[in-house]
């Protein structure tokens, strides 16, 4: 069992290595470039559609100030009706 487990450890630890050598050499052809090129128009168009890194970003910032998003998501909750209330105190 541990023969097993070794053998698979040095397998990733050798496929590691050599992919990481061929993807430097292959960025570095007139291929690579244009692949990593298309690769990254592909990768903005995504995150511009789908506003993915602001979702990221507002994520990572509500795990780091969870009473200050608790209290901004009650603030929001109560300016929500607020449209409602300013009609009935215009009239």
Do not use: H
Not at 29 to 40: E, I
Request: aromatic fraction near 14%.
């Amino acid at each position: 069992m541990e023969l097993l487990i070794l053998t698979r450890l040095a397998i990733a630890c050798v496929t590691a290595v050599f992919g990481n050598a061929f993807s430097k050499w292959f960025l570095n052809t007139k291929v690579g470039g244009w692949f990593q090129r298309k690769v990254n128009s592909l990768m903005e168009f995504l995150a511009n559609r789908y506003n993915i890194e602001l979702a990221k970003k507002e994520a990572k910032w509500r795990a780091d100030y969870p009473m200050l998003a608790k209290r901004i998501d009650n603030i929001e909750a109560k300016l929500e009706g607020y449209d409602e209330w300013k009609k009935v105190l215009d009239e």
